[in-house]
């Protein structure tokens, strides 16, 4: 039984204050790392809706987007549509726009525009008055090279215009998004009378059925977790009309199939009332059960591995290793180093141990265990480009 809890954040949607305590978390985040290691995952016990009951403020989250933003690097992430998996789907994304939005002439803004790759997919069907905005300077200057349209460093706080758009896009954003209510209310204000939103946000009501890796969606980055009803509770709660909805599968890396969902909504005078949704409530402790279930298969493997072995070297320390030191038997004495492809997390420390490049570890002859489910395959692709010949294990 899931116990209820006081809330220290309150709803983002409904500002209920009491929650339904899904599951608490510990990451392994490193040194001077600006966001919060502690969290707990909830229910609204009013609406439904799913987020973490952090306290980190949202200029700390904006900090941590300016300054360790992930998305920058071409290689692992997603959002410049460098890889045709990616490219493929902010096209699908672009066509979904211009059949609500048949006219090139209207001012449309990407937040968090990341390297640009949706702008280019629009540019490519005929807007000419694209804007684009980002926390962080690396996207910005990819965003630049990428698609050629105006896109400045900024977040939702500062960089918005009073009734200046005609269309603001929100694409994977907001379930980054600490205050919700606060930040629907700056894009009411940016947009023109006639103006309207696209919002696509993961689907978290199917969390379950697309679970590569245990929790996680459950992480420091992703603090609110929609399904379509309780998007539509936020569009109405902040004066828009809902116009459009749908559910699509994308892809987190190649090959793996992830759910999201969308939403069209104009400015409207009349706010909507807020419905519950007890089924979001259901999915999430589905999803919470399904995930247990794989790390304990990964806690037994992991115990095995330390049997044979002192000390690994863990290759990757993205969502699912920051949970490996909080919820196996692996401790920081068995771990010779982390490595990680993206220049943003090496030279970084955790639990005092560095994080190194992968050609630093050249010459290490411990064993190497792949630190992640969803870009096992990348990874496993670049020790076998490297010709090394340590031994290499892959989590379940
Ligand atoms: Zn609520």
């Given at each position: ?78 959002g410049g549509g460098n890889q045709d998996w990616d490219a493929e789907r902010l096209k699908e994304t672009a066509t979904q726009i211009f059949e609500w939005e048949r006219n090139p002439e209207v001012k449309i803004l990407d937040v968090g525009c990341a390297n640009g790759g949706l702008l280019l997919a629009l540019k490519n069907l005929g807007y000419h008055n694209l804007y684009g905005v980002d926390p ?261």
């Amino acid at each position: 039984m899931n116990p209820e809890i006081d809330l220290k954040r309150h709803c983002p949607i409904c500002q209920g204050s009491r929650g339904v305590l899904l599951r608490t978390f510990h990451f392994s985040l490193s040194e001077g790392h600006p966001l919060d290691r502690d969290q707990r995952v909830v229910s609204c016990k009013r609406c439904g809706f799913g987020f973490s009951d952090t306290e980190v403020s949202q200029e700390q989250y904006n900090r941590y987007y300016q300054i360790l933003s992930k998305y920058s690097d071409d290689t692992t992430s997603t959002g410049g549509g460098n890889q045709d998996w990616d490219a493929e789907r902010l096209k699908e994304t672009a066509t979904q726009i211009f059949e609500w939005e048949r006219n090139p002439e209207v001012k449309i803004l990407d937040v968090g525009c990341a390297n640009g790759g949706l702008l280019l997919a629009l540019k490519n069907l005929g807007y000419h008055n694209l804007y684009g905005v980002d926390p962080s300077d690396a996207c910005v200057k990819q965003a630049i090279k990428n698609s050629g349209v105006k896109v400045e460093q900024g977040s939702l706080n500062n960089a918005l215009k009073k009734e200046f758009y005609n269309g603001i896009i929100l694409s994977h954003v907001i379930e980054h998004v600490k205050e919700l209510r606060e930040s629907m209310r700056l894009l009411y204000e940016s947009l023109q009378s006639d103006g309207w939103i696209y919002i696509e946000v993961p689907e978290a009501s199917r969390y379950g059925d697309y679970l590569s890796a245990p929790f996680q969606d459950f992480n420091v980055e992703h603090i609110n977790h929609f399904s379509l009803e309780s998007l539509a509770n936020l569009i109405g709660a902040t004066g828009f009309q809902e116009k459009k909805r749908g559910s699509k599968t994308i892809f987190a890396a190649k090959g793996i199939a992830y759910p999201a969902c969308w939403m069209i909504a104009v400015k409207h005078e009349k706010g909507g009332e807020i419905k519950e949704d007890s089924d979001l409530k259901d999915q999430l402790i589905r999803y919470c059960d399904l995930s247990e279930k794989i790390l304990l298969k990964i806690k037994i493997q992991i115990q095995e591995i330390l049997k044979k072995n002192n000390r690994i070297i863990v290759w990757g320390t993205g969502q699912l290793t920051m949970k490996l030191l909080e919820e196996t038997s692996l401790t920081s004495e068995n771990i010779k180093a982390f490595v990680d492809k993206n220049p943003i997390n090496q030279g970084k420390r955790i639990y005092g141990i560095s994080v190194l490049s992968p050609d630093q570890i050249r010459d290490f002859p411990e064993p190497i265990l792949i630190g992640s489910l969803i870009n096992h395959d990348s990874i496993l692709n670049d020790i076998q480009a490297m010709n090394l010949s340590n031994l290499v294990y892959k989590m379940i």
